[in-house]
């Protein structure tokens, strides 16, 4: 290349920096990109689908905030410029106001709602007020009078507007520097002085288009379509994985009845939802529960060990069960067609610890299905099971009670089991009747909600260690749980005593799920590789999707290993390896092994990592409806999925009045047409304009 070509290049590269670098400034120049926005997307299943969504270019809408419920007719009548998105403040983020919104979304484009830090001091429940209403096992053929919560509204305070459909982008804003910007622009720009706002006004764009319409049988069926090398999806299933362990191992890899043994499973919930993608703090609805659970877990671990029960106890923690039951109701399939470590023959009864956290004047409920307990074998085996409860409860801070006896069951993965066959069972709650969480399945069910708090100026660490009231009374409950279980297990009465919950390790527990995952006690109970998933905030309980194990479940299995397992004193490949040193074969059918990262010692920033052997194990929780039986419009089995999206973002700027823009659209015109006709006259007489004169033939030098 010669000397001009390459002058040349380097002129076009620098001409193309600049213009990059131009462009950048002018974005943002115009536009002030909003971070921390949390959308509201769409769901769907075998009927109809849920949730929110924008046009594929995002929907802009003049900002206007709403003061109060009154103040909507600017918005749905009177306001000159629309369409309008509209600014929420959380106190009016009500049914009332969303479903006017929703019924005038010709003029609406969007809404934005500001998640105050504080809680609010009414009640807000997205969810319906009969949660799981059809997947349960109160149907029309098991009881008529039980279904559709005739007898039981479990969730009054339920305004369904989860599960409404809303054509507009709906997104939740942390109360930051963000809605400060928005609220400025609005007060500055669009705020009614009586005369009506003036050009330039305050919009905003929000992004969130979904790809998936109508149901799961319709995505489903355009994720088959395959026009492409790389067809595009539109929809995935929800799904996760369940989390189990056993007090004694269980062969994982024979499936199926195991013969002489007799198993009592312990089960809690770890999902939860809102209205908002990825914010479900979930603190009474799930975490309450599970966290007793390994609390128990863990207090059962040396009694176990020691003087091993007749029966087995099975700890279950399912997923899913907000979206109809998704990991209980897999797992009862997969114990039903034996492709599960034990079989429906080998379950002798179902303990669940449900809502725990709220509990009101010292009580309990210890809630049983009326309809199974008709047959006598059934009711025998509730009544010994609620016996050991209340034997177990004596001498703690609680009372345990039973509700009225033709009260059938609150939502409860232990409804998929008596869809099977009449186990016997009990679901213990903090409520008698209907739910005592206010905030059930909302972004307000969170620590502060569960009293989660500390003495201000605390550090961090100081934070994880403090042992909260909160905390104390879980750990009461998990005692509970504990000998009742040892008891129903057939376990030793002398080893009773020994059983007690701890403390520390609830209130830990409570601070890593509810107030920052990202703490020294989860660090080191993980494997280096799952750093990551820990954030310096509460835990998400939104299942997701099934193709990777969420936050909770990935926090839960390490958790539980830890709990119940023991430290090996072998090498990092063979714990990797599934073995305990390299001829051995066997132990991966009965245990699983987990190298975690530990501690830290003083002084130093190397981990002493170490191996965990436990008998913790992931099993699918993803409906039967999709796999194996690809029946998309089931009515046993939840459907739900969850739309694809390609962005989600939002930006606020000034725009102008129409008749600017028309004026600015007319002059560009004019300019081009001016340029064009000028271009054509130069090139028409290039030859008379840029002509240079002849020099003579005869010219001589």
Known sequence: MDFPSIKWTINLLVCCLFVGVGCNSVDKKIYVHLNYTVPCVRLLN??????????????VGVLHVLESEENLDWVLNTGPNPPYTVILES?????????KLKNGARRVSGVAVVALK?????????????????????????????????????????????????????????????????????????RFNGSGPQYPLCAMQLYSHMSAVTDTATCMRRND?????????????LGDYNVWAATKPLNNTAKG???????????????????????????DSGASGFITLLAAAHALRNATQNAQPNRTILYTFFQGETFDYIGSSRMVYDMDNKHFAVDLDNVHSVLEIGQVGLRADSKLWLHSDPVSRRNSSVNEEVRKLIDNLQSSATGLDFTVQEPNASQPLPPSSFQRFLRARPIPGVVIEDHQSSFSNRFYESMYDNAEYLKVTYPPNMTPEEQLEFVTDTAKAL??????????????AGGAEEQLPNINADPQIVTQMLYGFLVRSNNSWFQQLIPSDFISHLKDSPTNFYIGVHQQSSEPTLLVQHLLA?????????????????????????????????????????????????????TVRLSKALSPAFDPLRDFTSK???????????????????????????????????????SLLLTYFVSSKADILFSSGREPTNATY
Request: with cysteine; hydrophobic share 35%; aromatic share 10%.
């Open 46 to 59: 075998a009927s109809h689908q849920i949730g929110c969504q924008s046009s594929m270019s995002g929907d």
């Open 91 to 99: 106190h009016l983020f009500t049914r009332s106001i969303m479903m």
């Open 118 to 190: 504080a809680n609010p001091a009414g009640p807000f429940s997205p969810h319906t007020t009969c949660p799981n209403e059809n997947t349960g096992v109160y149907t029309e053929k098991y009881d008529p009078a039980m279904a559709h919560c005739n007898v039981t509204m479990w969730n009054p305070e339920g305004n369904g507007l989860s599960y409404e459909e809303f054509d507009f982008p709906i997104f939740s804003l942390k109360d930051d520097n963000d809605t400060q910007v928005i609220r400025q622009c609005y007060f500055d720009h669009n």
């Open 225 to 237: 379509i395959n026009f492409s090398i790389s067809p595009e999806m539109v929809c995935d299933p």
């Open 257 to 283: 009845h195991k013969m002489g043994e007799s198993v009592v499973i312990a089960a809690a919930r770890l999902d939860s939802r809102s209205f908002f993608f990825e914010i479900a703090p979930g603190a």
């Open 475 to 488: 750990t009461e409950v998990a005692t509970m749980v504990a000998r009742a279980l040892y008891k129903q």
């Open 562 to 614: 830890n709990l119940t397992g023991s430290t090996m004193n072998i090498t990092q490949e063979n714990c990797q390896n599934q073995r305990e040193d390299e001829n051995d074969k066997e132990s991966k059918h009965l245990y699983s092994y987990m190298w975690v990262q530990g501690a830290a010692p003083t002084n130093s920033t190397k981990r002493e990592g170490y191996c965990v052997r436990s």
């Open 636 to 674: 046993d089995y939840s459907t739900w999925t969850e739309s694809r999206w390609k962005t989600i973002k939002g930006r606020i700027f000034l725009v102008a009045s129409h008749e600017l823009e028309m004026l600015t659209l007319g002059v560009g015109f004019g300019v081009l047409l001016t």
